[in-house]
């Protein structure tokens, strides 16, 4: 089976940096994603791991260790719209298919 | 164009209509979805469409009805749903089946 792990809720305060984990368990492992989701609306591609190491986009970067099943989010320089929800999704391969899990996201609450 | 559009952006219906969620899309894509999200949970997947063929039905009832008329565009067809399908329906696409996804802003629906 599939298991994804993220904390629920974490709160950071403005101009900080946060770094938010995800651990999976699964039988294929494709690649990694994560996604932001504000409030009532889709989520936004942030980025794509597949190899082991750090992928850096401005002032996000996403982590990915495939031996140890686990990926983190860094988030630098803080901002109140970074308010959102960030979801991990692992893509497994299953029965000689690909699929996209989504993890149950963390909601991250921005202090001024 | 970069952009998946959903339409309506808010449905509200009774348990005995019929009605029809629209997704489109002018990116080339030739995976497209449909997930069900509530209230701070994650996405969850209920169809994919690769290359205009249903790939996955995530054992969703008969009263939703996917269709795929052609590469750009996706429907959803529902009857005779119950108040528990309220939800924030979600349209994706992708380059290829299980590859980044590119979210539409979504259907709120609510069902009386």
């Known amino acids: 089976g599939q298991n994804i792990d993220q904390p629920t809720e974490m709160t950071a305060t403005e101009g900080a940096i946060v770094q938010i984990n995800c651990t999976y368990q699964t039988s294929g492992f494709n690649g990694l994603f994560w996604y932001q989701q504000h409030a009532g609306e889709a989520p936004t591609f942030l980025s794509y791991?597949?190899?082991?190491g750090l992928e850096e986009k401005g002032r996000f970067s996403s982590f990915l260790s495939r031996s140890k099943g686990y990926s983190y989010l860094l988030l630098k320089e803080l901002q109140m719209k970074d308010s959102a929800s960030y979801l991990c999704a692992v893509r497994d391969l299953v029965n000689r298919d690909d699929k996209i899990i989504f993890g149950k996201g963390t909601r991250l609450h921005i202090l001024p | 164009d970069t952009e998946v559009t959903q339409t309506p952006k808010h449905l509200v219906m009774g348990m005995t209509n019929k009605k029809s969620l629209k997704c489109e899309q002018h990116?080339?894509?030739?995976?497209m979805y449909w997930y069900k999200q509530k209230a701070k949970k994650p996405p969850e997947l209920m169809f994919v469409?690769?290359?205009?063929?249903?790939?996955i039905n995530e054992s969703v009832p008969s009263r939703f009805s996917p269709e795929c008329p052609n590469s750009s565009l996706l429907n959803l067809h529902l009857h005779a749903l119950q108040p528990e399908d309220s939800a924030l329906y979600l349209c994706?696409?992708?380059?290829?089946?299980?590859?980044?996804?590119?979210f539409g802003p979504g259907t709120r629906l609510l069902v009386l």
């Open positions: 469409y690769s290359y205009e063929k249903l790939s």
């Open positions: 791991n597949v190899l082991d």
């Open positions: 994706a696409s992708s380059q290829r089946d299980q590859e980044t996804q590119y």
């Open positions: 990116m080339g894509h030739r995976a």
